[in-house]
C-alpha cells in the first residue's frame, strides 16, 4: 500500500492507496512541535503500518515535513516522494514564479489535468484557494482567508464576539450574536464563491467546470448557487497521479 500525506498549515490528510484506489482516509491536526516519533505513534493507531511500502509527501509546512521524512526512513526504510521542483507531476505552473505555487495547488490540479479541460477548483480549508487550469496548467490562483481564519480575526480583535461553531444559521440575517458570525462566515464565503466564479467568468471569457473540495465544502457547498462537483478525494487522486509518474 501506498501512504499518501499532505501537510496543511491546520491538518494533515492522510489516505491509504492500493492497486490505484484511495482504500482509508485520516487526518490529524498539523503540530510543529511533534517529533518523527509522535508522528509515527498517530499513524500506528490509525493505519495498519505493516502494509505501507511506499510513501509521497505533499506539504506548506517545512518543520513537519522533514519530520515525516525522518519517519518514513526511521520506521519504514523509505526514502518517500516529496513534491518539490525535481518531481514530475504533469502540470505545468504558468505563473510569474512558479517556485511559490505550493505543493498541495500542483497536487489538486495534477487530479485534473490529463483531461485537458478548464477548471476552477475551489479548496475550502485553512485558507480558500481558487486554482485555474487550463491544458494541463495551472494559470492562475487566488487565495483568501478561509472561514476559520476569518473567525480567528474576529474574535481576536473583539472584545465581546465570542469563538463559534461553523455552522449555517436559520437565515441570513441573525438575530443574536452567534447566528450573525456564523451568517457572515458560511453565506459570506458562499457569496464570495459565487462572486469570484463570475468574476474569473468574465475575465477568461470561457466556460469551464467548478470542483469544489477541502475540509469546509460540506458546509459552503449547499449556499453556492453555482453548478459544482464536490471531491473531497481530489487532493489524494493528484498525489496518486504524481506517484506514479515518478515511480
Do not use: W
Not at 53 to 68: G, R
Not at 132 to 146: L, M, S, W
Amino acid at each position: 500500500m501506498i501512504l499518501l500525506i499532505d501537510v496543511g498549515n491546520t491538518t494533515i490528510n492522510m489516505a491509504l492507496s492500493q492497486n490505484n484506489r484511495i482504500l482509508k482516509t485520516a487526518m490529524i491536526n498539523t503540530n510543529l512541535n511533534k517529533t518523527a516519533d509522535e508522528y509515527y505513534i498517530n499513524l500506528n493507531i490509525l493505519f495498519e503500518l505493516t502494509k505501507i511500502k511506499d510513501i509521497i509527501i505533499s506539504s506548506v509546512v517545512p518543520i513537519v515535513t522533514k519530520e515525516l521524512v525522518d519517519l518514513s526512513k526511521k520506521h519504514f526504510k523509505i526514502d518517500p516522494l516529496v513534491i518539490q521542483q525535481k518531481v514530475k507531476t504533469g502540470v505545468n505552473v504558468l505563473t510569474d514564479n512558479p517556485r511559490e505555487v505550493g505543493a498541495d495547488l500542483i497536487a489538486v490540479a495534477a487530479a485534473l489535468v490529463q483531461n485537458n479541460k478548464s477548471y476552477l477548483i475551489i479548496d475550502l480549508g485553512t485558507a480558500t484557494k481558487y486554482i485555474y487550469v487550463k491544458n494541463n496548467a495551472i494559470t492562475g490562483v487566488i487565495i483568501t482567508p478561509g472561514v476559520e481564519v476569518s473567525i480567528k480575526a474576529l474574535v481576536g480583535n473583539t472584545a465581546l464576539l465570542p469563538n463559534i461553531d461553523i455552522l449555517v444559521p436559520r437565515k441570513v440575517l441573525g438575530s443574536n450574536t452567534i447566528e450573525c458570525m456564523q451568517s457572515g462566515v458560511t453565506y459570506g464565503t458562499a457569496a464570495q464563491v459565487d462572486g469570484l466564479i463570475d468574476t474569473v467568468k468574465a475575465e477568461v471569457k470561457e466556460d469551464f467546470e467548478i470542483v469544489t473540495t477541502g475540509g469546509l465544502a460540506k458546509v459552503i457547498n449547499p449556499l453556492i448557487r453555482h453548478e459544482i462537483i464536490d471531491n473531497p478525494l481530489l487532493i489524494f487522486e493528484g498525489l496518486l497521479k504524481i506517484y506514479n509518474l515518478n515511480r
